[in-house]
């Protein structure tokens, strides 16, 4: 037997598998298991506390890990969602943040969206129990961190990925009951 006669005939297109780029975009499971977004989200809190010295670098460091993802979430709900055309006003694109992308993430819409009386750059997102705060127990002198600092930054990201430049943070009300979202709207210069 000759090394010609092993070969494999080539792989044409009836044969061949199809690659991962021409599979469509499909919704997927829909869900990850809770337990491993806490497994993974401990491990993202605990490697800040080793890296940092203050609170404040810790939520600042969550921040940035959300707004990361925030960057590319945006396309992909608008792909999944079938939207067809870009946001141009920036109450538009938060009531579908707060709607259909927290739906698709938390399973449930967001607990509120309000703009501010004070200042109409201003609008609020509210949150009763945010999955990052969910599963942490702080230490007393961390008892003011907000670990919801993640989500403010996914959606920060999403909002810059659409054109509008804002400052999201994450803040208890008053009673710490709830998480708000701070969405602070930049005039462009």
Same mark, same amino acid.
């Given at each position: 037997?000759?090394?010609?006669?092993?070969?494999?005939?080539?792989?044409?297109?009836?044969?061949?598998?199809?690659?991962?780029?021409?599979?469509?975009?499909?919704?997927?499971?829909?869900?990850?298991?809770?337990?491993?977004?806490?497994?993974?989200?401990?491990?993202?809190?605990?490697?800040?506390?080793?890296?940092?010295?203050?609170?404040?670098?810790?939520?600042?460091?969550?921040?940035?890990? %959300?707004?990361?993802?925030?960057?590319?979430?945006?396309?992909?709900?608008?792909?999944?969602?079938?939207?067809?055309?870009?946001?141009?006003?920036?109450?538009?694109?938060?009531? !579908?943040?707060?709607?259909?992308?927290?739906?698709?993430?938390?399973?449930?819409?967001?607990? %509120?969206?309000?703009?501010?009386?004070?200042?109409?750059?201003?609008?609020?997102? !509210?949150?009763?129990?945010?999955?990052?705060?969910?599963?942490?127990?702080?230490?007393?002198?961390?008892?003011?961190?907000?670990?919801?600092?993640?989500?403010?930054?996914?959606?920060?990201?999403?909002?810059?990925?659409?054109?509008?430049?804002?400052?999201?943070?994450?803040?208890?009300?008053?009673?710490?009951?709830?998480?708000?979202?701070?969405?602070?709207?930049?005039?462009?210069?």
């Amino acid at each position: 037997m000759s090394a010609d006669d092993t070969k494999l005939p080539p792989a044409t297109s009836s044969t061949a598998l199809p690659s991962v780029l021409d599979k469509p975009l499909s919704r997927g499971a829909g869900t990850a298991p809770l337990a491993t977004f806490a497994y993974l989200f401990s491990a993202m809190l605990q490697y800040y506390e080793s890296k940092v010295d203050h609170v404040q670098d810790i939520e600042n460091g969550l921040h940035q890990a %959300g707004y990361s993802i925030g960057l590319r979430l945006l396309d992909l709900m608008a792909l999944r969602d079938k939207v067809q055309k870009r946001e141009k006003n920036l109450v538009d694109l938060l009531s !579908f943040i707060a709607g259909t992308v927290w739906k698709n993430l938390f399973g449930k819409t967001a607990d %509120g969206l309000e703009r501010s009386n004070e200042s109409k750059d201003v609008y609020y997102l !509210f949150e009763k129990e945010p999955i990052t705060n969910r599963f942490v127990s702080l230490p007393k002198d961390y008892s003011h961190m907000n670990c919801a600092s993640f989500i403010a930054g996914i959606i920060n990201g999403m909002v810059d990925a659409a054109d509008f430049p804002v400052v999201v943070t994450a803040n208890w009300n008053v009673n710490q009951t709830q998480t708000v979202y701070i969405i602070k709207s930049i005039q462009k210069t």
